[in-house]
C-alpha cells in the first residue's frame, strides 16, 4: 500500500486485466454508451478506416471495439484465442503469438496493411519491437499502451510527459522482479522499441488506473461494495487526498479518436475531468450502493497504517488510494492537459461508479464471490479495533 512497488503491482494488475482478462470472466453485460450523463457516442464516419488491435478481448480492448465501430471502423483482432475468443464473432480474428519465438509468432500479420494499430498487450521490449518492425512498412500508426508506471518518482505533484521515466541496468531483462519493480522501466523501453520501428507515427499513452465495466481487477468495485455493506469501515488517509482514475470507455473513444485524427506523441492519460478526492470516491459510492443507515466512517492516517503494515501480517490492501505525501505525492497529480488538447474528455464519476456497480452486480454469484482486491473483512475490524485502542491512550 505505502511502498512504491505496491503501485506497480497494482498497475501491473491493470494492464493484465487490460490485455488477457481473466478466463473465468464472463463477457461484459451491454452497457448504455451514453452513460447517465446522456452523452451520445460519436457519429458514425464515412471514413473506413481499418484498425489492428494487439490484443482485443480483455478489458481496454473490447472498450476500443465498441468506440471504433461507433466510427465505422474496419477492426482485425491478433491474439492467441485464448482468453474470451467467443468474443465478436462478426470481427475478423487473426491468430498468433506476440513473441515471434513461440508458436506461429507474428505470420498472420506478414503482408498486411491497416491504417493504425492499437497495441495493448506489449510488456517486453523485445516483444513490441518485433511487431512495430514487422508493421512498420504497411501501418500509417502505431498507439502502444503504456502506463503512467514509467515515471522514475512519483513524489513530484503535476509531473507531464517530459518527467524521467524509469531505466534498468540490464535493459535485455525480461521479468518483471520480484516485487515488480521492472514494470515501469520495461514500459518505458517498449515505448522508445515502438518510437525507433516507425519514427514520428507513434503514440505512447499512459494510462492512470483504468476503471468501468469490465474491469475484473475488482479494485476501484471495492469501495461502493464496502459502502453497500454499511457498518464501521475504515478509510485511508483524509477526505482531501486526490484521485485519478480514467474510465475504460472514455480511454478508449480517445484512443479511436487519435487514430481518426492521426495524433501522434506522448500522453499521460488519467481523469476525471473534475479534481476526484478520497472523499468523493466515498460520495460516489454511496450515490451508486444505497449504505446501509449504520455506516460510520473512520478515516485513518497514512502514517499509522505504514506502521502496521510494516510489521508483518496480512498486507492492508486499500485499492487505488496512495498517501498524498512523500515518495507518492504525485502518484495521482498527473498532468494530463496535452491529452486534453488532444481531445480527451471524461464522463462524470458517478456514471463510471454506477456503470461499474451494475457491471458487477450481474456476473455470476461464484465470480462476485471471489473478489479480487481489497482489506479482508477480519483484517479491517482487526486494524479498526487497534487504532482506537491506541488513539485512546494518547
Known amino acids: ?60 480492448g473490447p472498450a476500443v471495439v465498441d468506440a471504433a465501430r461507433a466510427r465505422g471502423f474496419a477492426i482485425t483482432l491478433f491474439n492467441r484465442g485464448k482468453t474470451r475468443p467467443e468474443l465478436f464473432p462478426d470481427i475478423e480474428k487473426l491468430r498468433g503469438n506476440r513473441d515471434p519465438n513461440k508458436d506461429e509468432g507474428l505470420k498472420a500479420l506478414e503482408g498486411r496493411s491497416f491504417d493504425a ?3 495493448t498487450s506489449g510488456y517486453v521490449p523485445r516483444i513490441v519491437r518485433a511487431s512495430a518492425e514487422l508493421l512498420a512498412k504497411n501501418v500509417k500508426q502505431y498507439i502502444f499502451i503504456s502506463s503512467i508506471s514509467v515515471y522514475k518518482d512519483n513524489a513530484t505533484p503535476n509531473m507531464d510527459e517530459t518527467a524521467a521515466v524509469g531505466t534498468m541496468s540490464d535493459p535485455t531483462v525480461e521479468t518483471m522482479g520480484k516485487e515488480f519493480e521492472n514494470y515501469g522501466p520495461l514500459k518505458a523501453l517498449c515505448e522508445q522499441a515502438a518510437e525507433k520501428a516507425m519514427p514520428g507515427r507513434v503514440a505512447n499513452v499512459r494510462p492512470g488506473y483504468i476503471v468501468g465495466p469490465g474491469d475484473g481487477t475488482d479494485r476501484f468495485t471495492y469501495w461502493p461494495l464496502r459502502v453497500a455493506k454499511g457498518g464501521e469501515m475504515l478509510v485511508p488517509g483524509s477526505p482531501n487526498d486526490p484521485i485519478q482514475v480514467i474510465d475504460v470507455r472514455d480511454l478508449a473513444e480517445w484512443l479511436v479518436k487519435l487514430v481518426a485524427d492521426g495524433t501522434n506523441g506522448v500522453f499521460n492519460a488519467t481523469g476525471p475531468g473534475a479534481p476526484l478526492t478520497m472523499g468523493g470516491v466515498i460520495e460516489a459510492s454511496k450515490k451508486a450502493a444505497s449504505p446501509k443507515s449504520d455506516l460510520e466512517l473512520t478515516w485513518v492516517p497514512p502514517s499509522w497504517l505504514k506502521s502496521k503494515e510494516s510489521g508483518g ?63 479482508s473483512p477480519e483484517r479491517e475490524a482487526e486494524l479498526l479495533r487497534a487504532f482506537h485502542e491506541e488513539s485512546k491512550k494518547k
Request: glycine share 10%; net charge positive; hydrophobic share 40%.
Open 1 to 60: 500500500m505505502i511502498k512504491r512497488r505496491s503501485f506497480l503491482v497494482g498497475s501491473l494488475a491493470a494492464a493484465a486485466s487490460t490485455t488477457f482478462g481473466c478466463a473465468s470472466q464472463p463477457p461484459t453485460p451491454p452497457v448504455d454508451p451514453a452513460g447517465a450523463a446522456g452523452a451520445a457516442p460519436p457519429p458514425p464516419t464515412n471514413q473506413k478506416k481499418s484498425l489492428l488491435i494487439l490484443g482485443g478481448t480483455g478489458f481496454v
Open 117 to 119: 494499430v492499437i497495441d
Open 313 to 375: 501480517g496480512e498486507p492492508i490492501d486499500l485499492p487505488i488510494w496512495a498517501p498524498a505525501e512523500g515518495e507518492t505525492a504525485g502518484f495521482h497529480r498527473v498532468n494530463v492537459d496535452r491529452a486534453r488538447k488532444a481531445g480527451l474528455t471524461f464522463r462524470p464519476i458517478d456514471t463510471t461508479m454506477v456503470d461499474l456497480l451494475a457491471w458487477f452486480n450481474a456476473l455470476p454469484p461464484e465470480r462476485k464471490d471471489k473478489r479480487r482486491a481489497g482489506i
